[in-house]
């Protein structure tokens, strides 16, 4: 009859269970990012106003003042035919097939705030603060006609 004895193991310091919190922490964070992140990209919306302009929906979202745009130069693009002003490169994001919201450095070399979906349908507006507004809605035109309505005296 053979007989065994059974050792067990000092348990792990507490430094373990806080690494592993700290981890578990971190990913729940990182999961509720990506789910508002998924909500707010089909929440996104453009309101003009006597104000100006107003970007909701994510991160990149914000009021730009109807002094600070160049409402003049405002033009409808299709950036599938317009290289200049397509995005380059992402310096500060989101770029998914088919959704670029942020900051992007564009082909021109410029800097440009987008919310681009569609990018045949893209209302590109610049700024006297050095960067441009590309923002993809059904109706660009539309868009462009409402800020004007908004700058006259």
């Known amino acids: 009859m053979s007989t065994s004895t059974v050792f067990p193991m000092i348990p792990a310091a507490s430094k373990s269970l806080w690494f592993f919190a700290i981890i578990s922490l971190v990913l729940i964070g990182a999961l509720v990012l990506m789910i508002w992140l ?6 996104v919306r453009f309101t003009v106003s006597n104000e100006g302009l ?4 994510d991160l990149y979202g914000r009021a730009i003042p109807l002094k600070s745009l160049k409402i003049d130069e405002a033009v409808v693009t299709n ?3 317009d290289k200049d002003h397509q995005p380059k490169w992402r310096t500060m994001g989101t770029g998914l097939p088919g959704y ?3 900051w992007f450095k564009l ?3 410029t800097k440009a705030l987008l919310y681009v979906t569609d990018r045949t349908r893209v209302a590109r507006i610049p700024t006297t603060e050095g960067y441009t507004v590309l923002l993809s809605v059904a109706e660009p035109q539309a868009l462009i006609d409402a800020l004007k309505g908004q700058n006259m005296p």
Do not use: E, I, K, P
């Open 107 to 109: 082909r021109n070399g």
């Open 100 to 102: 670029a919201a942020g």
């Open 38 to 43: 998924a909500w707010s990209m089909q929440n």
């Open 54 to 57: 107003r970007l909701q929906g």
């Open 79 to 81: 950036l599938n035919m």
